[in-house]
Structures are given as C-alpha cells and as structure tokens.
C-alpha cells in the first residue's frame, strides 16, 4: 500500500485530516460542522467512557440525564454565564413543518412557534441546577454527585474534525456540596482524575494548573485544567474542573438548612471531557504512517495476520493463528485475527499500522517450523522473535512497555519543547516555532491581551507545581509571583 | 412510612405517576414534554445499555454516532417517511442570540437565520443513508451492521414519564445489506434479540408479530414488533424492528456493484428500543407498595439493613452486614449495605420495597446468636430464615426464582386477559376492561380503522406463532387467513 498520509512535517494539519478520516475515525458530515463519529473512532470513545465512568463511580458519582433543551431565559440567570454561552447556539423556535404550498418538500409551518425559544444545550448547569432547587433541602441531601454522558452544540465557525466541532460527546459533572471547602476538594479531586486518566491510560502527559480569569468557564470562580502539548508545539485542553463557588446556586435560587439549621446556599462544581480528547490522542503520539495507540485505550491491542502460499499452509497456519487468539484472550486482550483472502498480508500491515494496532502478529509455516512468533509493535515500528513459550506473558508484558514508551516519547518531546524565557522580544519570535514557554507574567489581563494579540499565544495555566521563585513580567518588568505557561493552542 | 402510592386499583394511571416519581426514577422537567432521568433511573437503564449492547455486539454490530441535526430537505427525499415523521418536531432556525435592547436577558438574533432549517432527529434513517452513500461502493463494503445510542426529539403533544415523552433516550440500528433475503434474515434476528431480552432480562413475555400497513414505520416495507401486556390490560409496542427494502437507498441513491458486476440499491433495516422500556418494565410488575425489579435488570440485587438497639448490638450486627456483604459481592452481586442512622429500619423497608431490590437482608443481634439470616423477597413480599451454611448460593438461587416468578407471573396475567372473540358487538363491551382480543380481521385498512374509531383499539401485531385455522372477519364477516391481537395501547 502506498503511503496514504500527507507527511506531519509537510503538512501537519493535513497530515491530521487524512489520518482522521484515512484511519476511519470520524468525516464531516453533510450537517455544517458536525462530524460522523465512524465505528473505529466511536470505539476509541467507548473505551474512554468505559474507563472514565468507572472512576466516577468510584469516587461515588452516579450518572443521570437532563433535557437537551434549555429555556432561553435559563441563560441570562447568571450574568457572566449568558455572556460565555448563549450567543453562538442552535435555537429551536418551531415545533412542526407542513407540506409545502408548490408540493415540493416542507416548510416551517408559522402557527407552530415556540412562546419561548429553547437553546439546545451547550453546557448544562442552567437546566440541572434548576432541577437541584427541588432536589436539594436539607445538608442530608448534599452532596449530590452526579454526571451526564451527553451531546452539546455549540455554533463554531471554524471547525475541525473532534477538535471543534457544532455538536460533541462529553460527560459532565455537576456537582453540589454543603461547604466552600468540600466543593473545592471535589474540584481538585476530579481534576486529578482526568490527569491520571490522560497520563496512565492515554499515556499524553498532562500540566496541571488554574487558568487566568480571562480563559476561566463563563461563571466559575475558578477553572482547572490540564493542558497537553500536541506533536506541532501547540497546547490542546484535555479536561477542565470549575468551582462554581455559590454562583448558580444563587441565579437557581438553591438554598440548604446546614447542620447549624441556617439557611445557606448550596456550593457548586463542574467538570468535563469530550471527543476532542480523541483528537488529542491523535495529535500526541501518531506518526507519517498512521495512528498510534496507546495498549490501554485501543479498541483492537493484538492483531494476527496469517501469511501463507497455498490451501495447505492457510490451514495449518490460521489454526495456529486461532490458537494464539484464543490464548491472548484468556488474559482479557482484545485481539482480531484478519484471515480475509481479498487482501494481501502487505496491505493488511499497513491498514493495522494506519489504524495504530499497538501489537501485531504474522505467523508463516516458517514460524510453526521453527516455534517461534514474530511480533512487530506499533510505536517503533520493531520486529522480534518470540519464542512460543510463556507467550502471553511476553506480549503482556510488551504491551506495558509499549504503554510506558509512549508516554516516555511524549514526555521527552514536551521536555525538548518547552522553554523558560524572560526576554518578551525572544519570545515573539521563538513561539513561530511552537512549543511551551514559562514566562513570567504581572498578573493582569492587559498584558495577556496584549501577548494574545500580539503572538497568539495564550495563557494555558498558572501550574499547580512549580518550583519558581519570584521575577518580573517577560512584558511589563513588574513584579511576578511565578512563571505560567505561554502558547499558542487548538 | 405511609402508604406513598395511590393504588392501582384506585386509579392506575396516578399510581404510575407516584411510582415513577417516588421511587426516584424520573421527574418532568421545566421544559414542556421532557424529563429528568434521576440517577435511580438511568441505572436501569445503563442496566439496558450494557446488556442490549452485549448482545447486539455478539451478532457482529459495531456503535457509531450521527449528527442530531438534519437538514429539512433530507426528510422530503422518502415519500412516506416525510408524513409519518418530518411534522411534530423540533426545528432549529437561528444560530445565535444577543442582548436584549431593553438590557433584559437575550433574543434571537435575527440576521442569524440558517439558511435551510435543521430538525433535532426524530429517527436518523435520513441522515445515516446520506452517509452511507459514501462508505458502499461494492458488495465487499456489506453488510454495514451500525447502531447508535442517542437522544431523540418528536414533539409529542400529550406527555407521560418514560412511556411518551418529547427527548427520550434510545438505541437505533442501521443495516445495509446485498440481498432482499439478508436484510429480512437480520430484521428476524434482532426483533428476536429483543423478545429474548424482554422475556429472560425484563422478566416480560411478549408476543411477537408483525404490524398492520397502517401501523408501520413510516419508510419501511414491513414493520416487526414485540407487544407486550400492562398490568392494566393495555398493550405496550416494546421494540420494533423494519425491514426497509430498498426505499431509502432509492431515497439516498445508495447502489453498489453486486457479485455479479451489476449496480443495485442497498437493502435496510432498521431496529429500536427506548427508554420506554423502563415504562413497560414498572407497568408489568409493579405493585402498591412499588416497584418490583427482576433481578438481572436491578440496579442494587440485594439491600442489607443492620437491626441493633445500642452502639454494642450495633458493632457485632455491622461486621455480620460487611461479611455477608462481600460474600454477595464475591459471586458477583450489587449490594447495598444501609447502614444511615438517619433512618429507622421500617422506614428503609419500605423504601427499599418502593424501589424494588428484588432481596432484602435484616441482621439483628438475635440471628447471629442463631446462625440465620433473615431474607425477604420483594416479588412475593414472602420473608424467610436461612442458614448460613452455603449462604451465597441460596441467595443466587432465590434470584432465579425470583427471576422466574416474576416473568410467570406476567406471563400468567397475560394469558388471563387474552380472550378469542369472534363477536364484534361483545367485543365493544369486552375492551374496556382491557385485555388482548384474538379476532379474525378482514385484512383491510378500512375495518382496522372503524374499530379503532369506535372502541380505541388498535391491531397491535399480527402474530408469528399462532395455531389458528383461516375464519370470518369479527365485523364484516369476510374470510380472514388468521386471527390477529387488538388492544388499547400506550
């Protein structure tokens, strides 16, 4: 097969297209903005919901769901909300069509129009702490902890295939709690989560941190993030956890009798992930032949391809075949065996290869011969030997190698990328070429502005763990606290 | 605790209401028509999600996610699909709001008109069949086996929780198929599918059968169903599998190169169940005290409630609670152990009997002193003295039988409110006490449409099984091939 990706060094945003719809993750549909999540790709979420739901879980959250459709009149309740959120939204105003008067398709029938319009959701705090006002009396009913796996809308002008798109699949938690002190543990404890979830399983190493009042949710006190560095220097947002402090308690009208029977209002957080996360797997670790995926998160860890001459060798080769399926799945791996005779073993390797198949397995009459296995992995593209004994322990074990040696590449690759710079002039012409840069930063919103303006690039977070001391702004010479994180980001 | 629900025989209706919202499955929400699925709820209905995905996995269909917007115009491309759903539905006309002039919360910003309107998907035959189009060039890209976990939108007019409303949540299958006999083979599998998972997972038997041309889907050549029986003698449609022929590839223009080099349309189907399944699940088995769940679809299996008078009795009793618990857990139970001193044990009997938990343990000081365990059964309200020799198997036994009893019992029911009529003037008085009716019918949509206009029942399906000798319409008096089931339905 010829190779079917533009180069990421050619065209990186190219490179990105082609691998997303050539690896059959997902393709814009006929719908502006919205994508067609394809069953490869679909699979990739599933794991990611499979393994994300069962955290929440056990941290003691529970999944429910709330209308897709929000009044309008929810969103101007809390006043920085409406401006973060409402503008750029689908707006449902009718309830029927008719049969159009010349016969030729529908049209919006007038007399069915909404008395008051309803925005399709773009976040839910409105709807849902509308609902907790009923559900929410006393501190015995607190904390409630619940999440949503769902769709949202939001009206993006530019959009790109899981990155951003009109419509996407998120979970969102919405949490609420008796005191400031345990909303903010909740806040950091899911914060936490989505970090060892991106490192351990999407193996995408993650800076943890506060955003800038500037980059915060549209009606959080404070949002958390955790920001990853793609292959071209550009910060992705993987995950971000609010605390909501009182402010839609307040806009909903959400009161509690606390332990001291005084009324309160409720304390409140929130936290989500999304399909971009698949982009962001995508962007962290694929290469100029295709995806690459980490063991953990691959909807297909061991492919086996038969190799043969004749009927004679086919038979006595897909038997062993079958035999090392069955065998790798006795350890719960997810294995495919393509014994499809419409396709040559050479293209099957670079379809697998293209799909990012962490593991896989060629076996020839040759290697029934000589008892041996040949094994190729995905992120070195190496070949071995392996012998036939304690066989899945083997592939078990390289797994988890390969596992920690994506981490590891991405690791070092965001070492290499990322720059402590104090000179403002450097900075300007250093950030063309990607990457991330500590600078130091006087803490107001027109130096931001005028980075962003002037180089693009934006606040990614204020780390959690730094071990800087005091300096001056990169802009301004005034005094700062502790170096940020500069970049241009997705 | 009181009596919290209405009875039954009171006033059906607003016993399923109280049911519904007292045991904490689902509320209506501040949007008309929609609900809130409460977490108890949509544990169920994960219950559904992860079984029926099982299954649909092990026959070889693969998840996908399709916009929820669709063009209006799609809709008018299948002449009888147009009609039955292109009318009561959700249309989005704008894409943005702004600032009210008066400074009061936002509007609709008029010069963001869409330039062709987008409906919320009542169903997504439209929009997969336009994709399709793209993924079928020859016979080697079928079958396409995809289904779709996803919200839905048809504006419906009179509302009730889980069993019509105006968002549900459901599961829609989309096949693509080379021959007329495959697609019809697949329709058969998965409405089999379904009545396999009603009967041995929900405990509900069914009957399975075909529907009358004026009460299939809007779009397909055939529509299979599962009916089932409520416990007031309506009829529940319970899944519903199509056989589509080649209408939406007509539609689409979908053809591919067959074995033969011939260019041909792709043969359909389609197949759903909703959160409907939760109305049909509470309104089969349920009684005045409330929900009865069959074991394999309960959320929690088995509640354990500590019984103690001091702190001593308490400690001894709860580490009694914790062994049996992770004795339960180890043959891989949910369990609940309430150990909340907010509540006294009555009060958590009763609760735990309004939500179903098919078995309920009570350790007191007395039983350990006995070496017994006291168990109630929830289907039977029966409580009984176990020992605690072979204690996890007993239990796991008694789930069968409850299991068991359950769909028994229904299926009994059932059988005691299915009658053969051949009198159409007894048949007028007979409905309203609800039941199934066997009735010879003339075939014609004509008859079909004076009963329902004169008695409100429908043909709910043309059954599959039936041992019936050909007959006389019950109202016309002319020949008929077989006797076919009328109710009231939901």
């Known amino acids: 097969m010829a190779k079917v990706l533009t180069s990421k060094e050619e065209n990186y945003s190219q490179w990105y297209n082609d691998l997303v719809t050539k690896a059959d993750l997902a393709e814009n549909s006929s719908v502006r903005g919205c994508m067609v999540i394809k069953p490869y790709g679909y699979a990739i979420w599933e794991k990611i919901q499979n ?57 919006v029938d007038e007399t069915a129009k909404l008395e008051e319009e309803l925005i399709i959701r773009p976040t839910s705090e409105t709807i849902i702490w509308s609902t907790y006002k009923n559900w929410i009396q006393s501190y015995r009913d607190l904390p409630l902890l619940i999440n949503q796996w769902a769709n949202i809308v939001r009206w993006e002008m530019r959009t790109r295939l899981f990155l951003r798109t009109s419509e996407f699949l998120w979970q969102e938690g919405h949490t609420a709690h008796a005191t400031k002190e345990e909303a903010i543990e909740e806040t950091n404890k899911m914060l936490n989560i989505y970090a060892e979830f991106a490192e351990k399983t999407l193996g995408i190493p993650v800076i943890i941190g506060k955003k800038s009042d500037s980059e915060k949710f549209a009606g959080a006190i404070d949002t958390y993030c955790i920001e990853a560095m793609m292959l071209d220097g550009k910060a992705l947002q993987a995950g971000t956890s609010h605390f909501l402090g009182q402010n839609f308690a307040k806009a909903f009208d959400v009161k509690f009798t ?98 990012g198949i962490p593991i896989r397995i060629a076996v020839g009459p040759k290697d029934i011969e000589n008892g041996t296995i040949e094994i190729a992995r995905r992120d070195t593209l190496e070949k071995k030997l392996i012998p036939n004994d304690n066989f899945s322990e083997n592939v078990l074990k390289l797994l988890d190698d390969i596992q920690q040696n994506i981490y590891n590449k991405a690791l070092k690759f965001r070492e290499q990328h990322t720059y402590k710079i104090d000179n403002y002039t450097e900075f300007k012409t250093a950030i063309e070429n990607g990457g991330f840069f500590e600078a130091f930063w006087d803490g107001t919103p027109e130096t931001e502005a005028k980075i962003k303006d002037e180089t693009k690039a934006t606040i990614r977070c204020i780390p959690q763990y730094s071990n800087d001391k005091e300096g001056f702004c990169m802009v301004t010479g005034k005094p700062s606290k502790k170096r940020v994180i500069f970049a241009r980001a997705y």
């Open 51 to 107: 393994i994300l739901d069962t955290m929440f879980k056990k941290t003691g959250h529970s999944n429910a769901y709330f209308p897709l459709l929000i009044p309008k009149s929810f969103f101007s309740k809390e006043a920085s909300h409406v401006e973060g959120f409402a503008k750029e939204c689908a707006i449902v105003t009718h309830y029927r069509l008719k049969n159009s008067p010349d016969g030729k398709g529908v049209i």
């Open 258 to 355: 606390n332990k001291e029977g005084k009324l309160d209002y409720v304390w409140a957080t929130s936290w989500g992930v999304s399909t971009r996360l698949i982009g962001a797997l995508i962007m962290a670790h694929s290469d100029n032949n295709g995806l690459v995926l980490p063991p953990k998160i691959a909807p297909i860890q061991v492919v086996i391809i038969p190799i043969y001459k004749n009927e004679q060798e086919h038979s006595i080769v897909l038997n062993k075949c079958k035999e090392i399926k069955e065998k790798l799945e006795n350890v719960a791996l997810t294995v495919k065996l393509d014994d499809r005779d419409t396709q040559k073993p050479g293209w099957k390797f670079a379809e697998y290869e293209l799909k």
